[in-house]
């Protein structure tokens, strides 16, 4: 009975020990894409159909966390540790300069990218010093929400300017349980992407030849900025002061509780005002942000982006992969089924697409004017200089202006290092 | 076997556990050290190397250390002050409950013994403006006429003092009033004989026989303050003025990358703190000679 039991179980453990080896047959070559969940599926099936049309090739789908700290944290550290099991990496748009600085990516081939084909913005992203390192995969950028029927019945057009804007703000909400308007002002990196909307539709920018070459007028931009923003905020028919607290679902849910005329926020919010639990479905539309006078309106870009790892040991089966999961069909398939806003300019136009996305026609309007933040391996940093500045003037511990030249003293000394 | 054979038995069985636990605590300590003499960026691979107390001089002209630094002591002397205060009044009336004693010890720990992180999302539902049962409670007594934005500009150092006092007052509770049943009754019978006031008895037995244990209190609490991270993290990220040096670290660390720099600013903090619990040390060990 004892020896009968010894056996049983010495040969389940060399039946474990086994299979566990032997899963990879020299053969195949296994290629191995981390990337953030995608809960429509879409992404799966994509990667299923290419596993079945490529015999010698399994692609593997690794789902990071859904935070992008975490995700950051988890490549860099691979990456540092030189890790070679993974070839293929999803990238938010603001990594590229750091992982390509670096060499943690690699420059791709041109074959692989043609910039003409893509949205200008996103292309931006994925460029480091003249060489493209990432497939622009999937978009985002700030807009404008608006009360149709509220404007409607008070008879006015959606506004294109501050003046414009304010100005509706200020015929619309007479009560106090109403907001004008509501955004991202919290001290995180969604501040970062409001304040460049400002900034961008005064005339201004964080551009580095700007800020090195004429500092004193980078500084009176961003005080002309931070002055716009406050004046918002200090205006009881526009901005509550408790937007300075306020991150992207704070405002989304004050806006589909209808307590909002207007919301500066993602494409997601779309989904959720239109979605059952809503008070505003069916009355929101969309519309690029306001600008100064004479300016244009500029949308910050968000999004995600392919990259080629530096230590992949199969460089050639992976980029024929990325090919196929930045291509149209792929993009047009994540756009009909996940709502994932595509990155090349074809797809806007594909009328599956806007049969499924009938608003995506909108949104491609605001596309056409995106702007990348900053775009250098220093990029924490440099968020958290702007983030920690732009909330005190707006907070009302410093001036505009010491904030401002605060900016440019220390962006300037960042990125000459 | 004599005494010193034994004493040598004792020294080598030791020798592992004691090995251990340097490896363990040591290690790091001393990885730290030399990292902060380093350039050790991640994102810049290719610059790495020793660059001596190239760091320190940065930290030295970084404003927003000595800012967060400031921030810190601000925070630790406000939440250590306020949770020995209210602690010693907490266990001063503890000590005189005879019914009902194991049942209040009991809800007296219990924001204690919650995990921060649980009990500072708590808070930030508190503390939110709109929909938070702080400014509702407030505005229907009439104390308040708008909503307070507890988590905002001016107020958040505040909030986050309140949130730290109601989590940790607990602890020095707990340490004071075992103090306070170490007094012999008999010193309070004698006192009470001699004609002595409730305060007279409170200054010249209860205090100065707590004092040891007052500073055990101030040692933990000031030494855990001054490292505070997860309650500021969660309730305000270090905005408004909230930021302490643990979160500064977190930043340089997790989101720059910056190994050598993050190390060099983690060096200045065990300083601080070391030298910190120094005092509060010499402290104690005055505090436990004995008086007259």
């Known amino acids: ?417 | 076997m004599n005494r010193r054979q034994e004493r040598r038995l004792a020294a080598w069985l030791i020798t592992p556990s004691l090995a251990f636990v340097v490896l363990v605590g040591a290690f790091p300590v001393v990885s730290q050290f030399v990292l902060s003499l380093t350039r050790y960026d991640l994102k810049f691979p290719d610059e790495r190397g020793f660059v001596g107390f190239g760091n320190f001089a940065r930290l030295a002209g970084d404003t927003v250390f000595w800012l967060d630094l400031w921030q810190t002591v601000v925070f630790t002397v406000s939440s250590v002050g306020l949770e020995l205060a209210i602690g010693l009044l907490a266990a001063l009336l503890l000590n005189r409950i005879l019914r009902g004693r194991m049942f209040m010890n009991a809800t007296m720990i219990l924001p204690w013994a919650l995990p921060t992180v649980v009990a500072a999302t708590m808070w930030s539902l508190i503390f939110n403006d709109k929909i938070g049962l702080l400014n509702s409670v407030l505005i229907r007594l009439g104390i308040v006429e708008t909503p307070i934005l507890w988590l905002g500009p001016g107020v958040a150092m505040i909030s986050v003092i309140l949130a730290d006092v109601w989590k940790t007052t607990p602890f020095v509770t707990v340490i004071l009033l075992a103090g306070l049943k170490s007094i012999p009754h008999h010193y309070y019978e004698a006192a009470q004989l001699d004609g002595g006031s409730r305060w007279q008895i409170f200054r010249s037995i209860t205090l100065p026989l707590l004092k040891p244990f007052i500073a055990v209190a101030l040692l933990f609490r000031a030494m855990d303050a001054f490292r505070i991270f997860d309650l500021v993290w969660v309730l305000t990220g270090g905005a408004s003025k909230t930021e302490t040096l643990s979160v500064y670290i977190y930043k340089v660390l997790f989101r720059y990358s910056d190994f050598g720099y993050g190390s060099a600013i983690t060096v200045a903090l065990f300083a601080i703190v070391f030298l910190m619990s120094l005092v509060l040390l010499r402290f104690m060990k005055v505090a436990s000679e004995p008086t007259q």
């Not at chain 1, 032997?22 to 990337?35: L, M, P, Q, W, Y």
């Not at chain 1, 992203?125 to 009360?147: C, H, M, N, Q």
């Not at chain 1, 307590?259 to 979605?275: I, Q, T």
């Not at chain 1, 969309?286 to 500029?298: D, E, G, Q």
């Open chain 1, 1 to 417: 009975m004892r020896t009968a039991t010894i056996m049983t179980i010495v040969a389940l453990a060399a039946a474990f020990a086994l299979s566990g080896c032997g899963s990879e047959n020299g053969d195949t070559i296994t290629i191995v894409f981390a990337a953030g969940n995608d809960p429509s599926g879409a992404t799966a099936s994509l990667i299923e159909r290419y596993n079945a049309t490529h015999p010698g090739v399994e692609v593997r789908f690794q789902i990071m966390p859904a935070n992008t700290d975490t995700q950051h944290d988890a490549y860099v550290t691979y990456l540092s540790a030189h890790e070679s099991s993974i070839d293929l990496y999803s990238l938010d748009v603001i990594w590229t300069a750091e992982f390509a600085r670096a060499g943690w990516v690699e420059p791709l081939p041109e074959a692989i990218v043609h910039p003409e084909e893509f949205l200008s913005g996103p292309i931006a992203s994925v460029t480091y010093e003249g060489k493209i390192y990432a497939v622009p995969w999937f978009t985002d950028a700030g807009v404008l929400y608006y009360r149709e029927d509220l404007l409607e019945d008070a008879g006015l057009s959606v506004p294109q300017t501050w003046d414009a804007f304010v100005a509706a703000c200020e015929a619309v909400v007479t009560s106090s349980d109403m907001d004008g308007f509501v955004w991202q002002g919290a001290r995180y990196e969604g501040l970062v992407c409001n304040f460049l909307e400002y900034l961008w539709g005064v005339g201004g920018s964080l551009d580095p030849d700007h800020l090195l070459a004429e500092p004193e007028l980078a500084a009176s931009e961003i005080t002309e900025t931070l002055n716009l923003m406050s004046g918002l905020i200090a205006n009881d028919a526009v901005t509550p002061r408790s937007v300075l607290t306020y991150k992207e679902e704070d405002a989304r849910r004050l806006f589909t509780e209808g307590r909002s005329l207007f919301l500066r926020n993602w494409p997601y919010a779309w989904g959720m005002a239109e979605e059952e639990g809503s008070k505003v479905i069916g009355k929101t539309g969309i519309a690029p942000l306001p600008h100064a006078k004479n300016r244009t309106s500029y949308s910050t870009i968000g999004g995600w982006n392919i990259a080629l790892s530096s230590f992949s040991e199969h460089r050639q089966e992976a980029l024929e992969f990325l090919s196929f999961i930045t291509s149209e069909e792929a993009l047009r398939l994540r756009a009909i089924e996940g709502s994932y806003m595509p990155t090349r300019l074809v797809t806007y136009e594909d009328p599956a697409v806007l049969e499924a996305n009938p608003h995506f026609a909108d949104f491609f309007e605001v596309f056409k004017n995106t702007r990348n933040r900053p775009r250098s391996p220093h990029y924490p940093r440099i968020s958290d200089v702007i983030q920690e500045n732009v909330h005190r003037a707006l907070s009302g511990e410093i001036t505009s202006k010491a904030a401002a030249e605060k900016i440019v003293t220390e962006l300037a000394d960042i990125l000459s290092q």
